[in-house]
């Protein structure tokens, strides 16, 4: 079992920057690729950024320029730094780790998520 925990939403204005956490617990050590998603209300939920245990990076087009994914192996911790921000980024951003249990064989975690509200 994996257990996520982000932390970091909040409301803030349109332009300014907000850092999300996730912490990962459990068996971690099978995890090969984290990443975070966001689902506004009557929307499907939606890839954000992603970052794999090799380091490479993959962000949606609408947030290129503007929010870092990374990771922090000693503290097994991944963020999301989220820059420029805009009404539009305001959802609700949940943590998501892939744990490989076998070649062809992946269960994938989900966090509570954490609130972002970026107002006008």
């Known amino acids: 079992q994996v257990q996520l925990v982000e932390s970091g939403g909040g409301l803030v204005q349109a332009g300014g920057s907000l850092r999300l956490s996730c912490a990962a617990s459990?068996?971690?050590?099978?995890?090969?690729?984290m990443g975070w998603y966001r689902q506004a209300p009557g929307k499907q939920r939606e890839l954000v950024a992603a970052?794999?245990?090799?380091?490479?990076?993959n962000y949606a087009d609408s947030v290129k320029g503007r929010f870092t994914i990374s990771g922090d192996n000693a503290k097994n911790t991944v963020y999301l730094q989220m820059n420029s921000l805009k009404p539009e980024d305001t959802a609700v951003y949940y943590c998501?780790?892939?744990?490989?249990?076998?070649?062809?064989?992946?269960?994938?975690?989900w966090g509570q998520g954490t609130q972002v509200t970026v107002s006008s």
């Open positions: 998501n780790a892939d744990r490989e249990v076998a070649t062809t064989s992946h269960i994938y975690y």
């Open positions: 970052i794999t245990s090799g380091g490479s990076t």
């Open positions: 459990g068996s971690i050590f099978s995890i090969n690729a």
